[in-house]
């Protein structure tokens, strides 16, 4: 059974920092991309940030500059380094990995509340 398991979630002050993990199961051959999508309240789920094997890396444009995607290949596992973190960046975070045949992965989501 696929599995992508998540962690790092919590609660944290604004200007904080937190550090989100996901580690697919090797039931997953030939993965592809990784990323991150997040969904708050009353809203789509949107992209966040995405990196290929190769490690090209994709952001949502309000997160450039703060949040830093990275994974290892080696582990399966795909992180995302959040910073500077705003109020606005509340939401369930959801992992996510797309095998070479575009069969696509997620994980259960964890959530991240950014708040005084």
């Known amino acids: 059974q696929v599995q992508l398991v998540e962690s790092g979630g919590g609660l944290v002050q604004p200007g904080g920092s937190l550090r989100l993990s996901c580690e697919a199961s090797r039931r997953i051959f030939s993965i592809n991309t990784m990323g991150w999508y997040r969904q708050a309240p009353g809203k789509q789920r949107v992209l966040v940030a995405s990196?290929?094997?190769?490690?090209?890396?994709n952001y949502a444009d309000s997160v450039k500059a703060r949040f830093t995607i990275s994974r290892d290949n080696a582990k399966n596992t795909v992180y995302l380094q959040m910073n500077s973190l705003k109020p606005e960046d509340t939401a369930v975070y959801y992992c996510?990995?797309?095998?070479?045949?575009?069969?696509?992965?997620w994980g259960q989501g964890t959530q991240v509340t950014v708040s005084s």
């Open positions: 996510y990995v797309r095998d070479s045949i575009g069969s696509v992965y």
């Open positions: 990196i290929t094997r190769a490690g090209s890396t």
